[in-house]
């Protein structure tokens, strides 16, 4: 066990570090940690329209089952507390502000990036914020040139004036009501979580472009005299000019050479195999594996990862999310049930993903990383050490919350070797088990993001969308890791009795 200790400590922990201190992916992880605000306000409101739009719904279903509470709410026989007048107006509230949030994260998200990653360059952040917005706005597919061309396509109009060419009144009508009426506009669906991996890269292009010419001082200077706030405007502008006409220019080549905008590109050739790559069982149980060993060794495995973590796997939870509030928790199973469960399986476009970030809080991480509430029960039942004691009955209310750092640093478990095998192994058999009964049809995948200091049992029951099997599913996981944790801390007894010999 030492041999394997010091060999990672020497060969793992140092590219652990490096990746840590990259500053790139340190920017990158502080801008998932930045958007938190946003997206647990988006989540709440989707959580307040689920409870309101399903209970006492979903207890029906429960008593009923599926089948008979979708008759009964086809048939106006389903109450919910979307009848009653107070509720429907908290529930028409909640969809403002999810339509602020997570309707729009993508935006959110590229502002968030900017700012960081120009502040991980040490220059003006809020106009690197300001350059990754308006490079994620700039690869937006343009409405209008989608109508003209359909248009066109009907004889409505000719694509060089602009002007009317059809022979039957109704495309004449069509052309000139589209004429009178349009607006500019852009492809508002591509500002949610699909547009992570154009922000990402395209982002970064415009940032660094833009950071490097302020470090090289190719700025316009403002006298002294001039106000500091107008003076650091100043200073940005040919660095954001050069650039957004750079990422300007990549974006009208490959249009221009494709005839597809870039981020349909992005999303299909790059995002989309990443996504169908991590719902592979291989896949998921590797980032749960180095969650745990950079954990052991005191580096904040989540954050590490986050690149993955939230970049893979979170637009696929705000996928999911989008998703059940159109067809709710009976049309999820009739995906699930159809096999609509990846891209190449959709049905009518849609599909269910069954493996998302907020899988791991519900059915593997409870009490934080690793899983470790059920460590802290087992100390309680079972250990004789005076410290372990102390630090378990301090570890419990905060593990309640997912919150375990009292435990992974105050017992510790953080490079102690006794606890190494089951800090690693028992996040594993919990993925397991919940990927097992997720992907055999016995739980609803997880389609909505619970705040993740949402307790254990209760967290996988709201975020399966309420379905109680979720309930099962965790009590199986915590008594699973409960007996791997149990002969390790009794071990741990004996260890310190061997010492006080």
């Known amino acids: 066990m030492n041999g394997i200790t010091a060999w990672m400590e020497k060969y793992l922990v140092p590219v652990a570090a490096k990746i840590g201190s990259q500053k790139h992916l340190v920017a990158l992880r502080d ?11 988006g989540a709440m409101a989707t ?33 919910t507390l979307a009848n009653t007048p107070v509720f429907r107006e908290l529930n028409n509230i909640s969809a403002i502000v999810n339509q602020g ?42 409405q209008f040139a989608r109508f003209t061309t359909a248009l066109t396509s009907i004889g409505g109009m000719d694509k060089t004036t602009g002007v009317s060419k059809a022979n039957d009144a109704v495309n004449t009508v069509l052309s000139n009501q589209f004429i009178a009426t349009w607006k500019p506009g852009f492809a508002a669906g591509q500002l949610d979580a699909g547009a992570y991996f154009t922000v990402m890269i395209m982002g970064a292009i415009a940032v660094i472009i833009y950071s490097k010419l302020m470090l090289a001082d190719i700025t316009i200077k403002m006298p002294d005299s001039v106000p500091p706030a107008v003076s650091k405007a100043f200073l940005a502008i040919i660095p954001t000019i050069a650039a957004l006409y750079v990422v300007g220019i990549i974006y009208y080549i490959v249009n221009q050479i494709s005839g597809e905008s870039l981020i349909f590109l992005i999303q299909k050739y790059l995002a989309a195999p ?20 950079f954990w052991f060794f005191g580096i904040h495995g989540p954050n590490v990862l986050a690149p993955a973590l939230d970049g893979i796997w979170g637009p696929l939870g705000l996928d999911n999310m989008s998703l059940w509030k159109q067809i709710h928790t009976n049309g999820i199973v009739d995906l699930v049930a159809k096999g609509a469960t990846s891209r190449a399986h959709a049905i009518n476009g849609e599909y269910v993903n069954m493996w998302v970030r907020g899988s791991w809080d519900a059915f593997a991480w409870f009490g934080g990383s690793g899983g470790t509430i059920t ?50 192994i028992a996040p594993l058999v919990a993925v397991i088990i919940a990927y097992a009964a997720t992907m055999l049809h016995l739980v609803n995948p997880v389609v909505l993001q619970v705040p993740w200091v949402t307790p254990p049992i209760l967290n996988a029951f709201m975020a399966t969308g309420f379905d109680w099997r979720a309930i099962v599913v965790t009590v199986i996981n915590l008594a699973a890791t409960f007996f791997i944790w149990m002969p390790f801390v009794i071990a741990a007894n004996k260890l310190e009795e061997t010492d006080l010999d």
């Open 274 to 293: 990443f996504q169908a790559m991590s719902q592979n069982i291989i896949s998921v149980l590797i980032a749960t594996l180095f969650v745990s060993i």
């Open 31 to 41: 801008a998932f940690i930045g958007m938190l605000p946003a997206t647990l306000t």
């Open 101 to 142: 949030t997570l309707t729009v994260i993508g935006l959110i998200f590229a502002f968030s990036w900017g700012y960081n990653l120009a502040r991980a360059y040490g220059v003006n952040d809020l106009a690197g914020g300001i350059v990754s917005v308006a490079t994620l706005m700039m690869g937006l597919p343009n």
């Open 47 to 79: 959580l307040i329209s689920a409870i309101i739009g399903t209970f006492p719904g979903a207890l029906q279903q429960m008593i009923q089952g599926p089948t008979k509470a979708a008759a009964a709410t086809a048939a106006g026989t389903g109450w």
């Open 375 to 424: 460590l802290v029960i087992a100390l309680m039942v079972f250990t004789k050490r005076k410290d372990y004691k102390i630090v378990s009955r301090l570890g419990l209310a905060p593990g309640l919350f997912n919150i375990n750092e009292p435990v992974l640093f105050g017992l510790p478990v953080v490079l102690n070797a006794i606890f190494f095998i089951p800090f690693v």
